[in-house]
Structures are given as C-alpha cells and as structure tokens.
C-alpha cells in the first residue's frame, strides 16, 4: 500500500533548505500515520494560494491519489494556510 512518507521525506529537505535563506517561509510537515500528512505554510509575504498551487502541481505530476483539505488560519489574509494531505486508498 502507497504511503506519504516518500513525500514527507522531501517536504522536509524542502524545508530545511529553505529555513537557511534569509526572511524564509516557514513551513512544517507533521505525518500522522501512514495516509496523512499536515503541512502548515507561515510567510508574510501572504503566498497561500501559491503554497497550494504548487502542492496541487506536484500531486498532478506524480499522478499520486492525494486529496487537500485547505484552512486559512488567522488572520485569514494568506499569511498562515494549514493543508491537510489525505493519500486515497
């Protein structure tokens, strides 16, 4: 059975590497179990919707089964998004 963990092994080499330049997003990966991964974006340069685009993007390309559930945290205005990543079975 497919699992997230391959992706969550490169979120976190995304996000280290980016926690190194200077003003960068933050973001952080929590797996929870096998099928689900939280991944919350932080950056006020308010980019959520490219966050999610891109997430979208590379589910696409890898043909994965994966829905995203979105939730802009406050102050709702894109600055701190919460994506929910859930592998179909």
């Known amino acids: 059975m497919p699992t997230l963990l391959p992706l969550w092994r490169k979120a976190r080499r ?3 590497a980016a926690s190194r330049l200077p003003e ?5 990966f929590v797996l929870h179990g096998w099928q689900r991964m ?4 932080h950056s006020k340069r ?3 919707d490219l ?5 979208r993007g590379c ?3 890898f043909g994965d089964s994966i829905t995203i559930q979105r939730e802009d945290m406050p102050p709702g205005d894109g600055t701190a998004v919460r994506f ?3 592998r179909g079975q």
């Not at 960068?24 to 952080?28: G, V």
């Not at 966050?51 to 997430?55: N, S, V, W």
């Open 24 to 28: 960068s997003t933050s973001l952080h």
């Open 38 to 41: 939280l991944m919350i974006y």
């Open 51 to 55: 966050a999610e685009g891109l997430i």
């Open 59 to 61: 589910i696409d390309h």
């Open 84 to 86: 929910l990543l859930t």
């Open 46 to 48: 308010a980019l959520g």
């Open 14 to 16: 995304v996000s280290s």
